[in-house]
C-alpha cells in the first residue's frame, strides 16, 4: 500500500499540545510530523510550550513561516502587502496567508492525514482542505471523521453500499441495529446530524470500521493504508481531560490560560486569555483585551501601533479601550455576565462558554 504521511500542527494552545502528547502515548506506531507555524507574533509562552513538547516527544517540532526571505516577520510582512488592512472575521487574511497556506505548502502533493484537537465538548468542525491529500481526524471527538466524509458517507444513494459492507467487518453483533439505521432515509425531518448520533450511540468502534470500509471506494488518503489504529477508538476527550493530559506529562499548561484575581467595587472574578496565537488576535474578548493591557502592556502598547485612522482591531479603538474608566466598565460587565452564567449553568460549563473555541486562528485547520 502507498505510504502517507501524518502530521500534527502545534497552535501553541493547549488541545493541540495536548493530542501531540495524547497521540504519542497512544499510537506510537503512527511516525507523526509534528510542526507549528510562526507569525512572529506569539506570546513567549507559546515558544515554551513547544520546547517543553519537543523534549517530551523526543521530536523537533518543524517550523513552518509564511515568507522565507523577508527581512520583516511573516505578520508585518503580509500587513504591508495589505497596505496596512488589518485582519478581521470579516477578512481573515492572516490565517489564509500566515497558518493555511504554509501548511498545505509544508506537506505538497502526498497523502497526508491531519490529526486535529477539537475536543469532544466543542462544536465545531475546524479546518477542511480543499485539497484531496489531505485527510482531516479528529481523535478527541466521538465522531474522528471530517464533515465531508460523513456527508459522501451518508448520503441516500450510498445506503446499500454501507449494509452490504456491514458483512466484511465485526459488527460486535450490532449488524440488524445499524441496519435499521442505515435504511432511514435522510430528510427534512431526518437530517445527517441525527442519524450520524445514533450510529454513534449505537456504537463507536462498528461506525467507524464501517466508514474506514467506506473509504476503500474513495480516493482519501486513508483509502492507501490497510490498517487505521484509531478506529478502534472510542475515547472522548472534553476540557479538563486536556488540562490533565498537559499537567501529568510535564508539559505544564501555558501560562495565559491560568486565571488572575481581580476586583471591582468589592466584587472580585478571574481572567485570563482563552485562546492561544498572536497576542493581537481580533476574537479576543474586551476582557481579554484588558488582560493583555495589564499583564503584557508592552505588548498592548505594540497592538495599538498597528491601528489607524479606519483600521482598529475590533469596532473600539484600543487607545478608547485602555483609558482606566473604560477598563472598569468592561471589568464590570464582565463580573455581571459571568454571574448571570453562574446562575444557569455550572461552572464547568461556565468554563467551557468562556473558552470560545480556545485555539484562535490556528484552529480553523490544526
Partial sequence: ??????????????????????????????????????????????????????????????????????????????????????????????????????????????????????????????????????????????????????????????????????????????????????????????????????????????????????LKTTDYPLSKVDVFPLVENDQILVRDDIFNLLEQSGVGVPAYYKPIEFEVNGKKATYSRSRSGCFFCFFQQKIEWVWLYEQHPDLFLKALEYEKEGYTWNEEPLSALMKPERILKIKEEYIKRTEKSNKKKSSYLVDILSDSEGEGCAACFI
Fill in 1 to 214: 500500500m502507498t505510504k502517507i504521511r501524518h502530521v500534527l500542527g502545534i497552535s501553541g494552545g493547549k488541545d493541540s499540545a495536548a493530542l501531540a502528547i495524547y497521540m504519542g502515548n497512544n499510537y506510537p506506531e503512527i511516525d507523526i510530523e509534528y510542526y507549528t507555524c510562526d507569525t512572529g507574533k506569539e506570546l513567549q509562552e507559546t515558544y515554551g510550550l513547544i520546547d517543553n513538547l519537543e523534549n517530551y516527544l523526543g521530536k523537533k517540532i518543524i517550523q513552518q513561516k509564511a515568507t522565507k526571505n523577508s527581512p520583516e516577520l511573516p505578520f508585518d510582512h503580509f500587513l504591508k502587502m495589505y497596505g496596512g488592512y488589518l485582519p478581521s472575521s470579516m477578512s481573515r487574511w492572516c490565517t489564509k496567508k500566515l497558518k493555511l497556506e504554509p501548511f498545505e505548502n509544508y506537506v505538497g502533493t502526498e497523502p497526508v492525514i491531519s490529526y486535529v484537537g477539537i475536543r469532544g465538548d466543542e462544536e465545531r468542525e475546524g479546518y477542511i482542505s480543499r485539497k484531496s491529500n489531505i485527510q482531516s481526524i479528529f481523535p478527541f471527538r466521538k465522531n474522528i471523521w471530517s464533515e465531508d466524509v460523513i456527508t459522501k458517507a451518508l448520503v441516500n444513494s450510498n445506503t446499500q453500499s454501507l449494509i452490504n459492507f456491514l458483512s466484511e467487518i465485526d459488527a460486535n453483533g450490532k449488524k440488524e441495529r445499524f441496519e435499521e439505521l442505515l435504511l432511514q432515509p435522510l430528510s427534512t425531518n431526518f437530517n445527517q446530524q441525527a442519524k450520524l448520533n445514533l450510529l454513534l450511540d449505537a456504537d463507536i468502534k462498528v461506525f467507524n470500521r464501517l466508514i474506514f470500509r467506506f
